[in-house]
């Protein structure tokens, strides 16, 4: 079986599937790659088929069609409508949990109770589906409330409300279906954490992990960490506040019972768990899952796992996992996302990008797409986050100087980044 070469579908069409394209493809066991949809600059790197990610009949049969070995999931969308679960019973492997498993993410009510019963460090907090409850349950906390729409909303079903009265009207346009449809029709009451986040990824297979890097990524549009939510406008590993002795709290109070509990759940998890994290004054406490690598947190964690990532990610889908065979690099990475004007708000888009060489491209850059497209044989802009110019150095510092070089040697019109990518480490190490 050794030398047996991979074909391998990818699915999605962002910055996190194009960096899983670009080191996918540095493994001497790949055979054919397809992207599906996959986007502009993706389709530079390899084959891309026109079948949306939400497609799950279509990219089941993609999948068998194109007799793939290997299915890579990058988006919870697919995972939570049940892409796996169907793939692995037309015999195909994947990278990628089943709807079981995808539920950590898609419903946050359903994550909740699963840390109530699996004693997880988390915050305090309640489930609710009628508004009378919720407004009794703000009204009486006896500490500052975040509400949170259950279901998948894209990242931006939290909302943060300053007084009580904004908690009431947040949770009430959230129930009445207002706020984010269906997916705000459940909710979660719970206390407001205060400390640094970090995003931490595991790597599952069934009870054994990978922990890569701790990651942080800048979800405000503008320095300083200023204005509007966005998906996520850089970021940069490892970071530094997960110390030691945080990921050893995340290990044994977190990972552990969380894998734990899913066995106990009947759960065979095979893919990436994202586990966010506030370092609060009692320890490490859990924000939220996801069932997937985060979007740009996976454009500096795939140049930082020095092993086949490939080989990896298919012993997984197979249910194999030998954690002693990982390498992980000890490098730094950071990815600044330049965006299209507008960005969070409604944006421009069709503009032409200019792109450097690839022979120009420094040693350890990566230019990752996430929102472009081709017309002709022309790349334009398509989406908000349009590029990742990534770095990786033996310092943060050499990261980041990588990757705002390749800021300066990209330009479309109206494209913005922030200069303030890991600005928090960088004052840390003063
Ligand atoms: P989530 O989608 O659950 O990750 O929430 C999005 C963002 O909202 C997080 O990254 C935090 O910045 C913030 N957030 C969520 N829950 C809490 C909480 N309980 N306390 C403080 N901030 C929170
Ligand atoms: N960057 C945050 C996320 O992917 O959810």
């Known amino acids: 079986m050794e030398n047996k070469k991979l074909n391998v579908l990818i699915v999605g069409s962002g910055g996190r599937e194009h960096a899983l394209v670009k080191a996918v493809k540095k493994s001497p066991i790949l055979g054919k790659l397809v992207c599906a949809p996959g986007n502009g600059g993706i389709s530079k790197d390899c084959q891309v088929a026109d079948v949306k990610a939400e497609d799950i009949d279509g990219i089941v049969k993609l999948a068998k069609d194109g007799m793939f070995d290997l299915v890579i999931c990058g988006p919870e969308v697919p995972l939570s409508m049940g892409l796996a679960d169907r793939l692995r019973s037309e015999g195909v492997a994947v990278y990628g949990p089943s709807k079981n498993g995808a539920v950590l993410e898609a419903s946050k009510a359903y994550s909740k109770d699963f840390m109530k019963k699996y004693s997880i460090p988390t915050a305090q907090g309640t489930n609710f589906i009628d508004v009378d409850s919720a407004e009794k349950y703000i009204r009486s906390a006896p500490f500052d409330v975040v509400i949170k729409a259950s279901g998948l909303a894209a990242g931006k079903g939290v909302i943060i409300p300053q007084t009580r009265d904004e908690a009431v009207d947040a949770a009430r346009e959230m129930l009445e279906g207002e706020a984010f449809g269906d997916s705000g029709k459940e909710i979660v009451i719970e206390e407001k954490m205060e400390g640094e986040e970090a ?31 966005t998906g996520g406008m850089g970021a940069y590993a490892p970071a530094a506040v997960a110390t030691p002795e945080v990921l050893a709290a995340v290990r044994k109070n977190i990972v552990e019972p969380v894998l734990a509990g899913l ?13 966010g994290i506030m370092i609060t004054a009692q320890g490490p406490k859990v924000v939220e899952f996801n069932v ?24 997984i889908a197979n249910g194999s996992l030998d954690e002693s065979k990982v390498k992980i690099s000890d490098k730094f990475a950071a990815v600044v996302v330049m965006c299209a004007d507008g960005y969070p708000n409604s944006y421009r888009k069709g503009d032409k990008i200019k792109l450097p060489e690839d022979s120009e491209i420094p040693q350890g850059g990566w230019i990752i797409h996430a929102g472009t497209k081709l017309d002709g044989d022309e790349l334009v802009t398509s989406g908000g986050r349009v590029l990742g110019l990534t770095g990786t150095g033996s310092t943060l510092r050499e990261a980041l100087d990588t990757a705002y070089a390749l800021c300066g040697a990209v330009s479309f019109k109206g494209g913005f980044y922030r200069k303030d990518i890991a600005h928090r480490e960088l004052e840390r190490q003063k």
């Open 199 to 229: 995003s931490i990824m595991l790597m599952v297979c069934g009870d054994k992990y990978i922990m890569l890097p701790a990651s942080q990524d800048h979800k405000r549009v503008g320095e300083g960490d200023t204005g509007l939510n």
């Open 263 to 275: 066995k106990n759940e009947g759960i065979d998890y095979r893919g990436t768990l994202y586990v």
């Open 292 to 315: 997937r690598f985060g979007d740009p947190e996976c454009q500096v964690l795939m140049p930082l796992i020095e092993s086949d990532v490939l080989e990896l990610m298919n012993d």
